[in-house]
């Protein structure tokens, strides 16, 4: 067998394929597939800081890359097949403002700020990873489905690279502007359809069959393993030392689950002696992993989840037209395609699920963005979560939490400029029909006559 594979997560099945497979099911049983290693055949770094010499040779596109400075630990691709347009340039930064506000003691929240990649949220991690598999595979053409950043960072690759045309389905108004405008001005082909993310996922994927285009959904694994070196760089903000939490908002649930393979792997090379435990954050108008984890008691079960209880509740979704609703339109998902392997990594990280208001997120939101990091609102599910999990008493004041921000407030302006609005009208029109009743932190703007002493009168009132 070759050192590099494809192979079904299920213990059970255990069926692999090879490396430049492109279908991304299992051939036997139809399940999800990772990338593996037979880590015997390689050459896995003896230490973690080990990578910190990378950072002197800044020259070289492979150690300037936050994804690929870490190609040891994901050693599917040969260098000079690695596409990269500066992904990675990430910050952990030290939030008290917003720890205060959780609830947690000084010096124990951080937020990974991934808003700082070039389409502006985490998925470039996972795009470099994905468009180095297709390039392996001779692929000319790439899709998604998307509910905007998947399709802005496939949009970017696409058109910085010049090697594949970028073809990006939507819902129907179920995308922001922010995002919308990023694919349409990098040159992707746009395609919408009459349904929300789930009913484009659906087609995107029968599309991509039938057309042989490349698809880079997280249903991908090559997608994840670009996503496993966010949790890397939180490792090395931290001076190797992992935190007590990883809090991560759920929509398809790639995030978590690259996270779970990565601290799994680490811990089975022996570069890790603890894992972090794992919190996803569910917005409660797309709570399916949330319901399904913690109200039915789903669980991984060494690969054997229960899968009559999970097509059940889908098959509810369904017969009841109950759509995915939230102002976090990032994570506005009710049938997440990686649910398997987050139940997996929640089981080897202890993990818990809870769901979010949206009158929490953009409350949370407020706090991050006047703690000087702007996020969108789905990023601010993973605060709003960890201030409920210190409340409930799961966290720990002392704790050490990392909250991923998964993109850049720029994504959706719109929901930040009707939070902070004086226009009541603006506030219920994008706000109000989502159950957002106030602007509990807003920071408004103060309108004052054209007379510099009204001015002046205003600034020494308010300043």
Not at 4 to 14: H, K, L, N, T
Not at 143 to 158: E, H, K, W
Not at 429 to 446: C, E, K, S, W
Request: aromatic content about 8%; proline content about 4%; hydrophobic content about 40%.
């Amino acid at each position: 067998m070759e050192a590099v594979f494809q192979r079904c997560i299920r213990p059970a099945c255990g069926a692999t394929a090879a490396l430049d497979d492109t279908s991304f099911v299992c051939p036997r049983c139809g399940g999800l597939m990772d990338v593996a290693y037979d880590w015997s055949k390689l050459q896995p770094p003896a230490a973690l800081r080990d990578f910190e010499k990378k950072w002197a040779q800044r020259g070289n596109p492979l150690h300037f890359s936050g994804v690929w400075r870490f190609l040891e630990l994901l050693p599917f691709a040969h260098p000079e097949k690695v596409m990269t347009i500066g992904e990675g340039q990430t910050i952990l930064q030290r939030a008290d403002a917003v720890a205060q506000y959780a609830g947690l003691n000084a010096g124990c929240l951080f937020l990974q700020y991934e808003g700082m990649n070039p389409s502006g949220s985490f998925k470039d991690n996972g795009m470099t990873a994905a468009f180095t598999h297709a390039r392996l595979s001779g692929a000319r053409r790439a899709a998604c489905a998307s509910t905007g950043n998947t399709s802005a960072s496939l949009a970017v690759f696409c058109s910085a690279t010049g090697l594949m045309r970028a073809i990006i389905f939507i819902g129907s108004g179920k995308i922001s502007y922010g995002k919308l405008a990023q694919a349409l001005d990098h040159g992707a082909l746009t395609v919408q359809i009459a349904g929300d993310f789930d009913d484009a996922m659906q087609r995107v994927q029968q599309v991509a069959r039938k057309l042989g285009i490349y698809l880079v959904n997280s249903i991908n694994p090559f997608r994840l393993e670009g996503q496993k070196t966010i949790m890397f760089r939180v490792l090395e903000a931290l001076r190797w030392e992992p935190p007590d939490w990883i809090v991560v908002p759920g929509g398809n649930l790639g995030n978590v689950s690259a996270f779970g393979k990565a601290f799994g792997e680490l811990a089975d090379l022996g570069l890790l002696t603890r894992v972090p435990r794992l919190a996803v954050i569910n917005a409660a108008g797309a709570s399916t992993f949330f319901q399904l984890y913690e109200r039915f008691g789903v669980r991984w079960n060494n690969g054997q989840p229960q899968d009559k209880l999970i097509d059940g509740y889908y098959q509810g979704l369904d017969a009841e037209k109950i759509r995915a609703a939230t102002i976090a339109s990032a994570i506005e998902i009710n049938h997440p395609v990686n649910l398997p392997k987050a139940l997996r990594a929640l089981e080897r990280c202890g993990g818990v699920v809870r769901e979010v208001s949206d009158q929490e997120i953009l409350d949370a939101k407020a706090k991050v963005g006047a703690g000087g990091l702007g996020c969108e609102p789905a990023s601010a599910a993973s605060v709003a979560g960890a201030r409920k999990l210190r409340r409930e008493g799961v966290i720990a004041a002392g704790e050490r939490v990392v909250c991923i921000l998964t993109g850049h407030q720029l994504k959706d302006p719109t929901t930040t400029v009707a939070y902070h609005s004086t226009d009541q009208k603006t506030f219920d029109d994008v706000l109000g029909h989502r159950g957002v009743r106030r602007a509990t932190f807003a920071n408004r703007a103060v309108q004052v006559p054209n007379d510099l002493d009204d001015i002046i009168k205003a600034i020494e009132l308010y300043s």
